[in-house]
């Protein structure tokens, strides 16, 4: 069984950085994708990001490309979501997911494993 666990949301100001981390334990996750998706309070859950199984290739939401950007370290089993310029309308759960399968990957779905969220919060 894996495990994710994500870290590092918070409280910040408009405009501010947040680096997002997300561990998996269990087994390793190197071949396999990896994903943020994120909720806000009555909001669906929305694609972020997401990186293959090398790190280089990488896919991002309209709303975050240029501001966010996402990585892994295959060596610790854990992937990074640097989120910059962060705006009020970013605040909610920030969720990391692995996806096991070669197919779409941009949906809650496609998504075998998630870890439990990490709250970030903007403040205007």
């Known amino acids: 069984q894996v495990q994710v666990v994500e870290s590092g949301g918070g409280l910040v100001q408009a405009g501010g950085s947040l680096r997002l981390s997300c561990a998996a334990s269990?087994?390793?996750?190197?071949?396999?994708?990896m994903g943020w998706f994120r909720q806000a309070p009555g909001k669906e859950r929305e694609f972020l990001a997401a990186?293959?199984?090398?790190?280089?290739?990488?896919d991002y939401a309209d709303s975050v490309k240029g501001r966010f950007t996402i990585s892994r370290d295959n060596a610790k089993n854990t992937v990074y979501l640097q989120m910059n310029s962060l705006r009020p309308e970013d605040t909610a759960v920030y969720y990391c997911a692995i996806n096991k399968g070669s197919g779409s990957y941009f949906y809650p779905s496609d998504y075998d494993y998630w870890g439990q969220g990490t709250q970030v919060t903007v403040s205007s």
């Open positions: 990186v293959g199984w090398s790190g280089a290739t990488t």
């Open positions: 269990g087994r390793t996750v190197s071949y396999y994708r």
